[in-house]
């Protein structure tokens, strides 16, 4: 990676890239979104077809908490990846084992697990925070270039190369139950265990996702693209298509953007998808599409 | 006293659920001879109220079984039972031969198509190929969508948009996907309620072709000049508070 970033920044020097292409630190990021981009693009499709959006918010709300345990019982600032996986994936089990148990709406009981979570989190911010300076845990909570090393872009190519091999394997089988469950059990599908199967494969990409996004933002990445997308395509492989690209021109737009201004990457890579959304929005009424 | 006989009730409820999970777990069984589907003493609740009760019937290769009653009376739960997707007690058996697509099946409406952007061929496609559907139909789905598409009057509609379909075009394109290729069972839950005169003789004669293949069909009718056409036996069922289903013929 080393000879990468010095060919990088000897090209930016010359003046053959753009001069922030010269630090290490910008390519990691573009590197992370790179992969990101078709890991949550694909993931975004899903989530919207399956009305998943406030439970990704949820998600999120989690990966807060998940992160304040995992500093809590002594994780790495730099590497909480334990804390956060394990609690938005109890988190996500959780809410689908008691949304199919229970006569409640989902969006009620979604609302009911993001604020006790939420609630949880603030808690042991508190004695988080007394271990650690408040802005090391905002670089967590908002995502930060400065922070990604890499250890974390080898770990997201294989956590989400692992995560696509399995959406490819599930896809039609996830499509058919998001569009109509009763049609998917004709067809032989165990709909309560694709949904778990679903939900953890949610789980892992917003977990791998939060050096960059940060654990309060990465919900956009995954509702954000294929709403956009859902604004110019009309087929699943036109939305499919669609997300990735506009994931990918968002992320590098944030990326860029945080490498020129004081922002936190997740921050703006979100107001890129903000910027993207209301593209799309134009685009696909003028296309007539909508 | 109280409790005891309280736990005692809590342990024969537990008891029954674990029976029922196994019997569940063991519907799909490989064909030796008999009936297709065979239900026996099927009885769903809701939240303690009784929706089916002492439902027993059985369907034969190449007969069709109708599932006649007013609205409310359990039709389409008694699909939700055989789909595997309702809780019961009772048995429910389903035998096909090894390897032979076990069920196709027409529902009243397709779900709601505003969530995932499809072509009719993509549609279809997602139960008759293995690669994703989101990377493209393959070339050998496409011809086997196609020949469906033309069974059942849409010839041509494979690159049309699900969401711009009349309800009755939807309607073929899910009989479409239920017919081709032909099932061991055919569920048809009011299948031809958005549908024309014309569709209704050709789908029909498809039922007739579907039977002589040797499927089973179990259809939900409101039209009894339909049922008396079509059907080999018929289950009324009654209201949901009202006693158990009955077998007219």
């Not at chain 1, 995992?70 to 809410?95: K, N, Q, R, T």
């Not at chain 1, 006790?116 to 995502?143: E, S």
């Not at chain 1, 990457?265 to 909508?290: I, K, N, P, Q, T």
């Not at chain 2, 699909?79 to 997707?85: K, N, R, T």
Request: positive net charge; glycine residues 10%; proline residues 4%.
């Amino acid at each position: 990676m080393d000879r990468l970033y010095a060919f990088m920044a000897h090209q930016a020097a010359v003046g053959h890239l753009p001069h922030a292409l010269g630090y290490a630190f910008v390519v990691r990021g573009l590197l992370a979104v790179a992969v990101l981009a078709p890991v949550l693009g694909g993931m975004s499709h899903l989530v919207v077809a399956r009305r998943l959006a406030f439970f990704s918010a949820a998600l999120g709300q989690a990966a807060l908490t998940g992160l304040t345990i995992g500093l809590w019982l002594g994780e790495p600032l730099d590497a909480p990846y334990g804390g956060v996986f394990g609690f938005c994936l109890l988190s996500a089990f959780a809410m689908v084992y008691v949304r199919r148990h229970s006569g409640l709406s989902p969006d009620t009981l979604v609302g009911v697990f993001l604020s006790f979570t939420l609630g949880l989190g603030l808690c042991l911010l508190v004695a988080v925070t007394k271990r650690f300076n408040i802005h090391q845990v905002q670089a967590v909570m908002f995502g930060s270039l400065l922070t990604v090393t890499d250890t974390d872009l080898a770990l997201l190519a294989l956590l989400g190369g692992g995560v696509l091999a399995a959406l490819g394997v599930l896809y039609n089988r996830i499509a058919l139950d998001s569009l109509d469950p009763s049609l998917a059990r004709a067809a032989g599908v165990r709909s309560a265990a694709l949904e778990y199967v679903f939900v953890a494969l949610l789980t892992a990409a917003i977990a791998v996702s939060l050096k960059i996004i940060g654990a309060l933002l990465v919900e956009a990445l995954v509702v954000v693209p294929a709403a956009a997308a859902r604004n110019l395509a009309h087929t699943a492989r036109g939305v499919l298509a669609w997300s990735v690209l506009l994931a990918f021109v968002a992320g590098a737009l944030g990326i860029l953007v945080s490498s020129w201004l004081p922002v936190p990457s997740g921050g703006a890579v979100v107001l890129g998808l903000g910027v993207v959304f209301a593209l799309s929005l134009g685009a696909g009424r003028m296309l007539g599409w909508d | 006293m109280k409790a005891c006989r309280t736990i005692a009730a809590g342990l024969a409820l537990r008891s029954r659920n674990l029976a029922q999970r196994a019997r569940q777990r063991a519907i799909v069984r490989q064909m030796s001879s008999g009936p297709v589907l065979a239900l026996r003493d099927v009885t769903v609740r809701r939240r303690g109220v009784a929706v089916l009760r002492d439902v027993s019937l059985e369907v034969a290769p190449g007969t069709l079984h109708a599932l006649v009653g007013p609205n409310g009376s359990g039709k389409s739960t008694l699909f939700g039972v055989v789909l595997g997707a309702v809780d019961f007690t009772g048995s429910a058996e389903l035998r096909v031969a090894s390897g032979a697509r076990a069920v196709g099946y027409v529902p009243q409406a397709l779900g709601d198509v505003e969530k995932l952007p499809l072509t009719v061929a993509e549609l279809l496609a997602l139960q008759r190929q293995r690669w994703p559907v989101c990377l493209g139909v393959r070339a050998s789905t496409r011809s086997q969508v196609a020949r469906a598409l033309e069974r059942v009057g849409l010839a041509g509609f494979g690159g049309r948009r699900i969401d711009r379909l009349s309800g009755g075009e939807r309607q073929r394109v899910l009989w479409a996907n239920a017919i081709d290729p032909a099932p061991a069972l055919l569920l048809l839950d009011e299948p031809m309620t958005a549908l024309d005169a014309a569709s209704r003789a050709r789908l029909e004669a498809l039922i007739q072709e579907v039977r002589a293949a040797g499927a089973a069909v179990l259809m939900a009718s409101h039209d009894a000049e339909q049922v008396a056409r079509l059907a080999d036996s018929v289950t009324r069922l009654g209201p949901s508070l009202a006693g158990p289903a009955s077998e007219v013929a």
